[in-house]
């Protein structure tokens, strides 16, 4: 029998409801032996709904999938406009855990299914996110205490150090790589690609390598660099980035596009859709879509980088 279930994800427990509402929801702690011992009472055919709440979903998200259960790992925006949309007043983790549930009952075979990653692409992901917080870190650092008197010595102390620490990251991404054939030989083809450096291939290939994408437009919808639209009868509203994806991937592709900016390759690229009177951040916008397509088409087709493919569909 196929069962619907909710589980809102707390750092030191998890309120678990079932959406035929034959038993109350309940709590159990958040650690491996409770979750085990529950998850063996399961019927196998179940469809368990979580939210992403940073890294506290992982280990029910992950004993659920071993267990041989479809696991959905819902974005927390979605369920609170799921909740807004089905008239719910109430939050409480009780009235989560049951909205989760009612959610992946009637809408789970429109969702796509929770994969685990392994544990080299989880240590890749995990290497790209804090390399970006401490870039953020060292940015908010400097800005604050520069012109301090009397810190000068001990702030550029403080910045190099944190500088041998992005070095030391960069490292231990390029071994990840390194050490594994198929990703090294993605990540090459993804660095000819002029204005993909080595952190941003490294940031493509563990999306590409993580989700296998059916086609260019499906990996930018990924990437939150989709445009959505906004119209109505004969309205047509400003279309906005629908956002949707991981922040940090969609970070690097813009800033691969600014590095693009700067190159011969993509300037015709540039000033065909200046000529159209796209904003600077736009153009940016645009430039930063066409890689994540380029990246996609290199990585799916084993190809690399051409040039003049850029420039072919201007003509």
């Excluded at 055919?45 to 979903?57: D, F, K, R």
């Excluded at 790209?128 to 870190?137: A, D, H, P």
Aim: proline share 5%; hydrophobic share 45%; charged share 25%.
């Amino acid at each position: 029998m196929q069962t619907a279930i909710g589980v809102d994800v707390g750092k030191d427990e998890v309120v678990i409801a079932y959406a035929n509402g034959g038993a109350q929801p309940f709590a159990l702690r958040n650690q491996r032996p409770a979750l085990k011992a529950w998850l063996k009472a399961v019927p196998k055919a179940s469809n368990i709904g979580v939210e992403a709440t940073g890294s506290y979903h992982e280990l029910i998200a992950n004993l659920a999938f071993k267990a041989g259960m479809r696991v959905f790992v819902l974005n927390p925006k979605d369920t609170r406009h799921y909740a807004k949309g089905v008239g719910r007043r109430a939050k409480t983790d009780r009235v989560d855990a049951a909205l989760i549930a009612r959610l992946i009952e009637r809408e789970h075979d429109k969702l796509k299914a929770y994969v685990p990653p392994t544990k080299e692409q989880a240590a890749l992901s995990c290497l790209l996110k804090r390399r970006q917080t401490l870039i953020i870190v060292k940015g908010s650092v400097r800005q604050s205490l520069t012109g301090v008197t009397g810190l000068e010595s001990e702030l550029t102390a403080l910045l190099n150090r944190m500088d041998r620490l992005v070095a030391f990251m960069d490292a231990r991404i390029a071994t990840l790589i390194a050490e594994n054939p198929q990703r090294a030989e993605g990540d090459k083809r993804l660095k000819t690609i002029v204005g993909v450096g080595p952190v941003v291939s490294a940031g493509l290939t563990c999306a590409l390598e993580r989700i296998p994408f059916k086609s260019a437009d499906a990996f930018v919808a990924f990437t939150g660099l989709d445009p959505r639209p906004d119209d109505s009868g004969k309205r047509q509203g400003r279309r906005r980035l629908s956002k949707r994806g991981p922040a940090l991937l969609r970070r690097l592709l813009f800033t691969a596009a600014m590095a693009a900016n700067k190159t011969k390759t993509w300037q015709p690229i540039f000033a065909h859709y200046r000529a159209k009177g796209w904003t600077p951040t736009a153009l940016l916008v645009i430039i930063a879509r066409k890689i994540a397509r380029t990246a996609w088409s290199i990585y799916h087709h084993h190809t690399i980088f051409s040039p003049e493919r850029l420039t072919k569909c201007l003509t």
